[in-house]
């Protein structure tokens, strides 16, 4: 396991177990964990019933994170699970301005008269005119593709250029439907890290190009999504439109890029998404992935593989990579 980084502020929420016992949704504060199915009623059924009561539960986490007399537990002692499971999850694509741009230029067809400089301010341009119209591109995720931070991800036989995608995801705290952008992010309960794991050779359908993406087959696999390690209450994160988002491969940093890139920030993908979908509490809102790629370096995921990744007070995940053959 990584060693397990401290979040922001007083507090952080988790799911977490000790070996042979259930999971149970846990409180970390000061580098120790409590039991929240001992210290709050509604707390038993998990994290989300957690989430789902959010600004009652809120001030009472605050009180029991300063109380010592309490039946803490070193979080060394434990294992750390995908904070919780959602119903539902929403992912932005091309959302990250230089992402989209390198992607862009580097797939551009070999007969393309422009010249590398005049392709990148075309597609700057694009970029611009997306963000004017307040168009993200928004696509429905599985909730079996969640998995524990530290876990092994598994990769399937028939993936043939599995690849990774750092992100910053949101956590919904209660039910938004047609909400405005200057009100989404009251609807936000707080942050973790997601890694959006994708399948690059099974993105595009060959046998009908006219249908376009097909992002059933190459991101929903079992485990395709580490997520974690916490839930950061959003009071602690100043503003998620600026935060590093850094993951390593083998220990080369791969991706590092702030999330003031964005095309469109955790209020507007809120306030988008709603605009079609009631968001629910706990559900995940993935807000894309910056530059740096293993399509964008040439180097895709294998067997033996370990992926560090990180995000500004959020803490930081560790997962190995293991052919389907071998595990």
């Known amino acids: 396991m990584a060693t397990l980084a401290q979040p922001a502020g007083p507090f952080a929420l988790g799911t977490f177990s000790l070996p042979d016992t259930a999971p149970f949704p846990g409180l970390l504060a000061k580098g120790r964990v409590l039991d929240l ?3 709050l009623a509604w707390a038993p059924c998990g994290l989300r019933a957690v989430v789902e009561r959010w600004e009652e539960a809120l001030p009472v986490l605050h ?12 979080l060394e002692e434990l294992r750390v699970h995908a904070p919780l499971e959602p119903r539902q999850i929403f992912q932005s694509g091309a959302n990250y301005r230089q992402h989209v741009i390198d992607l862009e230029v580097a797939h551009r067809s070999p007969d393309d008269p422009r010249t590398v400089e005049e392709a990148r301010a075309e597609i700057a341009a694009v970029m611009d005119r997306r963000a004017a119209e307040d168009l993200p591109y928004v696509f429905i995720g599985l909730p079996s593709t969640i998995a524990g931070p530290y876990d092994d991800v598994v990769l399937p036989e ?99 890029e702030s999330t003031k890139d964005m095309l469109f920030g955790v209020a507007r993908l809120v306030s988008y998404i709603s605009q079609t979908a009631q968001l629910l509490p706990g559900d995940l809102v993935l807000t894309g992935s910056p530059a740096g790629n293993g399509l ?24 190995r990579c293991v052919s389907e053959d071998a595990s």
């Open 37 to 39: 199915t001992r210290a």
């Open 158 to 256: 028939w993936a043939q250029q599995p690849d990774w995608e750092l992100e910053l995801a949101a956590v919904i705290a209660k039910p938004a439907y047609r909400v405005t952008v200057e009100e989404a992010l009251e609807y936000v309960a707080g942050y973790t890290i997601a890694n959006d794991l994708t399948d690059r050779a099974t993105v595009f359908r060959r046998d009908m190009k006219a249908i376009g993406t097909d992002w059933l087959r190459c991101k929903n696999a079992p485990g395709f999504t580490p997520l974690g390690p916490w839930l950061v209450p959003a009071e602690s994160i100043a503003d998620p439109d600026d935060l590093r988002v850094t993951l390593k491969l083998n220990g080369e940093t791969m991706q590092d």
């Open 63 to 74: 009180v029991l994170a300063d109380e010592e007399a309490l039946d803490w537990r070193p």
């Open 296 to 319: 964008h370096w040439g180097r895709l995921l294998r067997d033996g593989d370990v992926m560090d990744g990180s995000i500004t007070g959020l803490g930081a995940q560790r997962t």
